[in-house]
């Protein structure tokens, strides 16, 4: 049996302290927003962290990935690409096959989550041809309107491509490594992932730090060892200009022309935390999140919603960068004053 308990939030880093460079794996940290993956038994869904389905339609999950006794679960990023294409980057493996590995080192479940990736490109690569095959099929017999309409779904893009994060070792030059690919554009890092033998660009994403995760911890970074420092915690670390924090609005939104952003506290109680006069962007923020609020509940009344917030150096004020759909809740007081600090 679970303990419940462990399992009502996903695991999270801390804010990076100390690396004890012999037992730490380092990764990108994409921005994207994070989802467990669910392969099941007959369907495929993205969890939040809120713990919603997002069922994912399409054929080729059906078909190909999901096994009638078996069920694969990843952790990780899901983003969008500049060619518009939507991307899960998978950055740990929870079970594969029915097999739990959620007890495993880091290393092991990342072998999981490597094996995944090798099945999946083999099984997309066979339905790609099958779909071209199709196509010419269907284009010989072009006459046939119900045909046109059977093979539809089935030619459809496949809608997510997944891909598997590279893990180095902190001691083994890990950092210097992951710094390699990331260049600052426009004020943005930007993280290139290319192909070693073809030099073909894997993937290309915003990056806004580095992840630090420990070798000898379980999946919710518990160890055997009765001091958990000993083997050390999940950690993260960002550029100064990327630390951000997420923060409540709700309505009226604004008073005297600034836009309240609230923290959260004991007992759910919302604490006023940041101040912006940038209206503009929140308007477009505000429209965004009620568009996706109403595809899901025909309703375009929205009381409040979390935001992302950065300190800009510069102008000495809170810029609004993003809505979290992912969140119910901003980040405790605490968190907020720590990433300050």
């Excluded at 790609?128 to 099929?137: A, E, G, S, T, W």
């Excluded at 033998?197 to 992840?211: C, E, H, K, S, V």
């Excluded at 952003?261 to 940038?278: C, G, P, R, Y």
Aim: glycine share 4%.
């Amino acid at each position: 049996m679970y303990n419940e308990d462990l399992y009502k939030q996903l695991p999270g880093p801390k804010k990076l302290n100390r690396v004890n460079n012999y037992n730490y794996w380092v990764t990108e940290k994409s921005d994207g927003i994070r989802y467990i993956f669910y392969i099941g038994k007959i369907r495929v869904y993205l969890i939040d962290r809120s713990f919603k389905f997002y069922k994912i339609n399409h054929l080729f999950y059906q078909s190909q990935m999901c096994l009638k006794e078996k069920v694969t679960l990843l952790d990780g990023e899901l983003i969008i690409t500049k060619n518009n294409q939507f991307m899960y980057l998978i950055f740990d493996c929870i079970a594969y096959k029915g097999q739990k590995l959620s007890n495993n080192y880091t290393s092991k479940r990342c072998k999981g989550a490597k094996e995944i990736i090798i099945e999946y490109q083999q099984k997309r690569e066979n339905y790609q041809k099958i779909q071209k095959q199709r196509i010419q099929n269907n284009n010989n017999n072009n006459n046939n309107e119900l045909q046109l309409i059977n093979l539809k779904i089935d030619l459809d893009p496949i809608p997510i491509h997944l891909i598997c994060k590279n893990h180095y070792k902190v001691n083994d030059n890990g950092i210097d490594k992951i710094y390699q690919n990331i260049q600052l554009f426009q004020d943005e890092y930007i993280y290139t992932e290319k192909d070693e033998i073809t030099g073909q660009i894997i993937r290309q994403n915003l990056n806004d730090g580095l992840i630090f995760t420990p070798e000898e911890c379980n999946y919710l970074m518990e160890s055997s060892s009765s001091s958990l420092f000993e083997y050390g915690v999940l950690m993260k670390w960002k550029p100064l200009g990327k630390n951000t924090i997420d923060l409540k609005v709700k309505t009226p939104f604004f008073f005297r022309n600034q836009l309240l952003a609230f923290a959260n506290a004991n007992n759910d109680i919302d604490v006023l935390f940041a101040q912006s006069f940038l209206r503009s962007l929140f308007d477009s923020l505000k429209k965004q999140i009620i568009d996706f609020h109403f595809s899901f509940h025909r309703s375009s009344f929205l009381h409040s919603f979390i935001i992302e917030f950065a300190w800009d150096f510069s102008s000495q004020q809170w810029i609004p960068l993003h809505n979290r759909f992912d969140k119910q809740k901003p980040n405790f007081i605490y968190t907020c004053t720590d990433t300050l600090t």
